[in-house]
């Protein structure tokens, strides 16, 4: 029918060339008129109907008068609703009824042929056949060529190729024997967006052959040593102005086996500095155990010092999730006799921990959701009082990445922690938050308790994609059994984030108070922080 309608129009655009400039198109259906300039755009447009399934269109009447040229045709009737016959076990099989009729078979066409393709059947196609005429509407039966179901057999990599082979090997214990679709392509480049170590070039390709379906990975080696500063600005607790600062220097994939090493330092307001210092090996001798190693110290001015030594082993669950073992030794000396809330104890304990981290596709967000949890046993040894006692410590923080609408987002952050002790807890055991990374608008390690919750809701709006600027809100509760207190908290602020050639630039106001407490402003906390990779 198609090459019909194409004779009747070439035979029309040979009377017609050399014609007059102006041909107006009439469809006697509707009268509706369409202009065009010149012979070939009418030919053109006739043409067209048959690609929207009016296949008997016709030529009526070609009128010539003066330059114009009236051109009178009728559609016919469009035959983009047929009646459909499919295979009673096929159907069943594509969750469809065996008979039924359809306003577009192009559409279903394409949508039998992917649900096929993410079967595996990638060089199936669905066939056609023509039945004749029913009631005046085309009726077709519907069938599929059938071709070997094709699962993922490895993977290739290229560019980058001196990656952990156990990072290779989990990518084919996860995804090997699969079936080969659209899903599973999908789920493995997701897996590898914003990858900390590595990044793809481009999507994953596949090599099929007579037997074997290969996955190429165009990897390359990521800019993962990264510097992180922070200056802080606001008062001590005798509203003095203060200047305090965050270093955090991370080397990363040096030897490329996706090793870190982090060092941190942080001074506070209240003259208390802490020094943290981690190794992590996630991939040991190619296997999926994982080494992480951590030394802290916590020097509070001239009253007392914290150390803890916290080894860790660790297996690899999936490339995502990852299981712990945790031993830990911590000790501390109260060196100012007037410090009498402060005890010299010896500890040592054993816990699990567990961590899941789901990439983002933006490159400004950290991840997409995060979830941290550990639980912990130690016993403790107090020299001065020649006692002993135990405790159990148990920490959990959840956090996610919602896309509203456009560039609106939501982040949702929950945290919570605590000691339970036989005996009562001096202050230098006490748990510290406050600051950049936890409860905003407080001095960072101000805040000291046995038991902390709080929540934290951030609006963000991305300017492009190479900036956001954030709008935030917290609450929680602080409570110190040492002082009798339960105090509920709350912090509310602004910042802007942006990129720049050096990295992450990141400005922030904070405002925290108890709650029943008037705002301040002298209570404002200022922070500008850059974030620089190398």
Do not use: C
Request: no cysteine; glycine share 8%.
């Amino acid at each position: 029918m198609k090459r019909l309608l194409l004779f009747i129009n070439l035979f029309w655009m040979f009377l017609l060339f050399g014609q007059q400039n102006r041909f107006v198109l009439i469809d006697v259906q509707n009268q509706k008129q369409y202009l065009k300039k010149d012979s070939l755009s009418a030919v053109k447009f006739l043409d067209s109907l048959a690609e929207h399934k009016y296949y008997f269109a016709k030529v009526i009447s070609v009128k010539k008068e003066g330059e114009s040229t009236t051109i009178l045709f009728d559609k016919g009737e469009n035959y983009n609703r047929v009646f459909v016959k499919i295979n009673p076990e096929l159907a069943a099989e594509l969750n469809l009824k065996p008979e039924f009729e359809t306003q577009n078979l192009d559409s279903l066409r394409q949508k039998i042929h992917n649900k096929i393709f993410d079967q595996g059947f990638v060089f199936s196609r669905v066939k056609t056949k023509y039945l004749g005429l029913k009631n005046k509407t085309p009726e077709v039966e519907l069938s599929i060529l059938q071709q070997d179901k094709r699962k993922i057999n490895g993977f290739v990599v290229k560019g980058y190729e001196k990656v952990p082979k156990r990072f290779l090997k989990n990518l084919e214990k996860e995804y090997k024997g699969s079936v080969y679709g659209t899903k599973n392509l999908l789920s493995i480049q997701k897996s590898l967006q914003n990858h900390p170590f590595v990044q793809l070039e481009k999507p994953p390709q596949t090599l099929f052959t007579k037997d074997t379906t290969d996955i190429y990975l165009f990897l390359k080696k990521k800019k993962s040593n990264s510097f992180d500063g922070v200056l802080g600005f606001g008062n001590d607790k005798s509203e003095k102005f203060t200047i305090n600062g965050t270093l955090d220097v991370q080397f990363r994939n040096l030897f490329n086996g996706f090793e870190t090493v982090n060092v941190f330092w942080q001074r506070n307001p209240d003259s208390g500095q802490n020094f943290d210092l981690k190794v992590d090996v996630p991939f040991v001798l190619g296997s999926n155990v994982g080494l992480n190693i951590q030394t802290n110290i916590y020097k509070q001015d001239s009253t007392f010092a914290n150390f803890k030594f916290r080894p860790s082993v660790y297996y690899h669950l999936s490339n995502r999730q990852k299981l712990g073992l945790r031993g830990s030794l911590e000790t501390s000396t109260v060196s100012n006799s007037a410090f009498l809330e402060g005890k010299d104890f010896n500890k040592s304990g054993i816990g699990l921990w567990y961590e899941f981290t789901e990439p983002t596709e933006i490159e400004l967000f950290r991840h997409k959701t995060h979830i941290a949890a550990e639980a912990s046993y130690a016993s403790v040894f107090y020299q001065a009082d020649d006692l002993s006692s135990t405790q159990s410590n148990y920490f959990l923080s959840a956090e996610r990445n919602f896309g509203l609408k456009g560039n609106h987002f939501i982040n949702l952050r929950g945290e919570v922690a605590g000691i339970k002790s036989k005996l009562p807890l001096s202050t230098n055991e006490l748990l510290r938050l406050g600051g950049w990374n936890s409860f905003r608008g407080f001095n960072e390690s101000s805040l000291l308790s046995n038991f902390y919750y709080f929540g934290t809701a951030e609006y963000r709006y991305l300017i492009g994609e190479q900036a956001f600027f954030d709008v935030f809100g917290q609450y929680g509760q602080i409570t110190n059994d040492a002082l009798s207190t339960n105090t509920k908290v709350y912090s509310l602020g602004l910042g802007f984030n942006f990129f720049i050639k050096i990295g992450l630039m990141s400005f922030q106001i904070s405002n925290g108070n108890p709650v029943g407490n008037p705002m301040k402003f002298s209570d404002t906390k200022i922070h500008w922080g850059i974030l620089s990779k190398f």
